[in-house]
Nanobody
Framework: QVQLVESGGGLVQAGGSLRLSCAAS????????MRWYRQAPGQERGLVAY????????NYADSVKGRFTISRDNEKNTIYLQMNSLKPEDTAVYYC?????????WGQGTQVTVSA
């Protein structure tokens, strides 16, 4: 079955950086686009970044453009989210997402906390 395992979250001061990873298994990773979402307390889960199958196309939420970079390594079945210039409003649980079976599949999430 589809498995997604996020890692790399933590506590960081505003202006700092973190790199999230998501290891995928249970499907042909290189055949599917991947996404990062985030959910802050009391808010709906929202799309942060998208990457196409080979990484040639990426899209970002306006709130993270210029600060976050999504990438993937199809040899390692892993996607990444490099987060720079972090702000307190980036505090959330970050999830990776895959849709290889026409359904949303989620990992357990990784907490990112940015202190002012």
């Amino acid at each position: 079955q589809v498995q997604l395992v996020e890692s790399g979250g933590g506590l960081v001061q505003a202006g700092g950086s973190l790199r999230l990873s998501c290891a995928a298994s249970g499907f042909t990773f290189s055949s599917y686009p991947m996404r990062w979402y985030r959910q802050a307390p009391g808010q709906e889960r929202g799309l942060v970044a998208y990457i196409s199958t080979r990484g040639g196309i990426t899209n970002y939420a306006d709130s993270v453009k210029g600060r976050f970079t999504i990438s993937r390594d199809n040899e390692k079945n892993t996607i990444y989210l490099q987060m720079n210039s972090l702000k307190p409003e980036d505090t959330a649980v970050y999830y990776c997402n895959a849709r290889p079976n026409s359904q949303d599949n989620w990992g357990q999430g990784t907490q990112v906390t940015v202190s002012a």
